[in-house]
């Protein structure tokens, strides 16, 4: 168990609607990543949140949002969906802002549009 | 920007083989490299890391050497055993203002007893 929380585990819902995904770090960890991971794209960067503020970027798309609320959990919300988005997405998070080498991953979320 | 390529997959191996997945890279200056492991129905761990070149991470049996110049990070372990049936992930991270990793697309192993 990494100690990273992501809710829900699986999720199916139709194009055009919009999603949430929630993410709670370790405990006493300040940073937390979305990561992408699709059959044709593998693992992709989204986005990073540190202590509530954004601090890197990815290959996010302009539907997709994130946020990180003081209590350090983090939510993905994904709009205007389609087939494409059909996805597993993981939250990871780390002590720092800076990537010391060791993410620690929740087990993702599975998301399928029908 | 940076990349990492991996050996296509799937590998199938018989208990007790020789592993091997090659992993190279590219980026700017000399990054940090990963090997990750995600096993069925879990998350992306940590399996071991090198932060220069000749460094050797090793864990669980597997090793891996950071090769500056054939800017490589190939994962090797001697004898695999069933319970290594994963997908592995190579990833790097620079030295400098990115703060992500960058992974490659993962090998899956499937180990035959």
């Known amino acids: 168990d990494s100690g990273v929380t992501q809710t829900p585990k699986h999720l199916i819902t139709a194009t055009g609607q919009r999603v949430t995904l929630r993410c709670s770090p370790r405990?006493?960890?300040?940073?937390v990543y979305w990561y992408q991971q699709s059959l044709d794209q593998g693992l992709q960067f989204l986005i990073q949140?540190?202590?509530?503020?954004?601090?890197a970027k990815g290959n996010i798309l302009e539907r997709f949002s994130a946020q990180q609320f003081p209590d350090l959990h983090s939510e993905l919300n994904l709009s205007s969906l389609e087939l494409g988005d059909s996805a597993l997405y993981f939250c990871?998070?780390?002590?720092?802002?800076?990537?010391?080498?060791?993410?620690?991953f929740g087990e993702g979320s599975r998301l399928t549009v029908l | 920007g940076d990349s990492v390529t991996q050996m296509e997959g799937p590998v199938t191996l018989s208990e007790e083989a020789f592993l091997t997945i090659n992993c190279t890279y590219t980026?700017?200056?000399?990054?940090?490299l990963f090997w990750y492991v995600q096993y069925p129905g879990e998350g992306l761990q940590l399996l071991l890391k090198?932060?220069?070149?000749?460094d050797k991470g090793s864990n669980k049996g597997f090793e891996a050497t950071y090769r500056k110049e054939t800017t490589s990070f190939h994962l090797e372990k001697g004898s695999v055993q069933v319970s290594d049936s994963a997908v592995y992930f190579c990833?790097?991270?620079?030295?400098?203002?990115?703060?992500?990793?960058?992974f490659g697309s993962g090998t899956q192993l499937t180990v035959l007893p």
């Open positions: 980026a700017t200056g000399y990054p940090s």
């Open positions: 949140y540190y202590n509530g503020e954004e601090r």
């Open positions: 405990s006493g960890d300040l940073s």
């Open positions: 990871a998070s780390s002590p720092s802002g800076e990537v010391s080498g060791e993410l620690f």
């Open positions: 090198a932060t220069k070149a000749d």
């Open positions: 990833a790097l991270k620079s030295r400098g203002s990115a703060r992500q990793l960058t």
